[in-house]
């Protein structure tokens, strides 16, 4: 079965940096593009970052341009999102997501979230 | 960027009752590229709904999706105890990725 495990969470300071990443299983990994989704707490789903099948393409939000670098290893079934100038209003649980197709569609599996806390 | 406004912000309604949620764009979607999803509270997102009216792979026939271009409605028949959750809309033909700020069905 698809399963999703996320990893590397946890409380950093303003300024500091964290890498997560997401374990792949159960499906051919490379045939599909992830997103990472985040959920501030008691908030709304807010789309982070998105990487293509094979990686040639990334897309960020505006929020975390230029901060946020998403990457994948296909050869590792893994998909990483590395955060770098962290502020308080990063904090939030992060999801990845797995795209329905190579590039474009529904996110139709999810891992169940690591929480990233930004606070001195 | 796409903004999708989703409403009611909450819908009151009782088990067998039926819901009608709204998501509205702030532009054309491309080939109806909009995702509907149920979040019960402490799990992840499920998909429900992609391509304003496909229904993902498990989800009863009491979910339906509708709608094109600007105006999309997620309906849900006869509401079972289970189904009282927040639901999101999304739109994927764009980057940024958007999500509507959620609609919360409640007993």
């Known amino acids: 079965q698809v399963q999703l495990v996320e990893s590397g969470g946890g409380v950093v300071q303003p300024g500091g940096s964290l890498r997560l990443s997401c374990a792949a299983s159960?499906?051919?990994?490379?045939?599909?593009?992830m997103h990472w989704v985040r959920q501030a707490p008691g908030q709304g789903l807010e789309w982070v970052a998105l990487i293509w099948y094979d990686g040639s393409q990334r897309y960020y939000a505006d929020s975390v341009k230029d901060r946020f670098t998403i990457s994948r290893d296909n050869s590792k079934n893994t998909v990483s999102l590395q955060l770098n100038s962290l502020r308080v209003d990063d904090t939030a649980m992060y999801f990845c997501?797995?795209?329905?197709?190579?590039?474009?569609?529904?996110?139709?599996?999810w891992g169940q979230g690591t929480l990233v806390t930004v606070s001195s | 960027e796409i903004v999708l406004t989703q409403s009611p912000g909450t819908l009151s309604l009782s088990p067998g009752e039926k819901a009608t949620l709204s998501c509205r764009a702030s532009q054309s979607l491309n080939s109806n590229f909009l995702a509907w999803y149920q979040q019960r509270p402490g799990q992840a997102p499920r998909l429900l709904i992609f391509a304003a009216s496909s229904r993902a792979t498990g989800i009863p026939d009491r979910f339906s999706g509708s709608g094109s271009g600007t105006d999309f409605t997620l309906t849900i028949n006869r509401l079972d105890p289970e189904d009282f959750a927040f639901y999101y809309c999304?739109?994927?033909?764009?980057?940024?990725?958007?999500f509507g700020q959620g609609t919360k069905v409640e007993i």
């Open positions: 159960g499906f051919t990994f490379s045939h599909f593009a």
């Open positions: 999304q739109q994927y033909g764009n980057s940024p990725w958007t």
């Open positions: 997501a797995r795209v329905q197709g190579k590039a474009v569609g529904g996110s139709d599996y």
